[in-house]
């Protein structure tokens, strides 16, 4: 949690004021569920600069936060035929929750001082893992290289990887740790981030994007969602 107090009230401001004074009065409309397209491209410019990820604006989905984020991979991963998803132990109980309000088990995965036991990942069968590599919740360890490289190499035989980006922007020891997104094979990785831990948890924001993919990873016909941080009632098109 973020020093509360410190929240930039007048720089907040100033950009309130800039924003009001350049919106039409058709962006005061319901404006594309996934995100406004001005913002979609600031995220991708966001995500190239500071990440090194590269991503179309088509690829990115402006959420309320990484628990949205959670609750429409969980739909996409069932729709997939995706039921069982590994999670990192310990780990988050918030974002197991929202993949089990999504109707997913979970699997416990052991985690070390190296960050997730990879072999452990593979022998419990899950096709799909959600975990935090750059900062461990909540012990903060990252994954190691050799881990890394071993969780990759799972990834190429079809596993999924769900990167929360946890407190990555928060290292002052270390290099930015390499996200295992750009890395992934095509159509594995999906990242979801959140700035929760930089401004207050209550503006909550997120993206979440799948930039590996040569095609967008279009949600299937049929998955809903509730509102999201962009519409109101909004369900996928198709
Ligand atoms: C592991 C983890 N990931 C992400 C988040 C941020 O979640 P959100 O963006 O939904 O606020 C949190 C917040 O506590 C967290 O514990």
């Known amino acids: ?13 100033r950009a309130e004021r800039a924003v009001l004074a350049a919106v039409t009065p058709a962006d005061f409309g319901y404006g594309s569920p996934q995100g406004a397209p001005a913002l979609r491209r600031a995220v991708v410019g966001w995500l190239a600069r500071n990440r090194g990820i590269r991503a179309e604006p088509d690829e990115v989905v402006v959420v309320a936060g990484v628990a949205q984020a959670l609750g429409l ?15 990192e132990d310990p780990g988050s109980l918030g974002a197991r929750q929202q993949l089990e309000y999504g ?37 903060g360890v990252v994954l190691d290289g050799e881990r890394r490289r071993e969780l990759l190499r799972w990834a190429a035989g079809g596993g999924v990887v769900i990167e929360d980006d946890y407190d990555a922007e928060h290292r002052y020891d270390r290099p930015p740790y390499p996200r295992c997104a750009p890395s992934c094979p095509t159509g594995s990785a999906t990242r979801a981030a959140s700035p929760s831990s930089s401004p207050p948890p209550c503006g909550s924001a997120g993206c979440w994007s799948r930039p590996t993919c040569a095609t967008p990873w279009s949600p299937p016909s049929g998955t809903r969602t509730s509102a999201t941080a962009s519409s109101p009632n909004w369900s996928w098109p198709g």
Do not use: E, K, S, Y
């Not at 991979?73 to 999670?87: K, P």
């Open 1 to 13: 949690m973020p020093d509360l107090a410190a929240f930039p009230r007048a720089a907040w401001l």
């Open 73 to 87: 991979l969980a739909q996409l991963l069932r729709a997939d035929g995706i039921d069982r998803v590994a999670v």
């Open 103 to 139: 109707g997913h088990t979970t699997v416990p995965v052991p985690v070390d001082a190296g960050g997730l036991d990879v072999g452990a990942l593979r022998a419990c069968g899950a096709r799909a893992v959600l975990m935090t590599p750059a900062h461990q919740f909540p012990t």
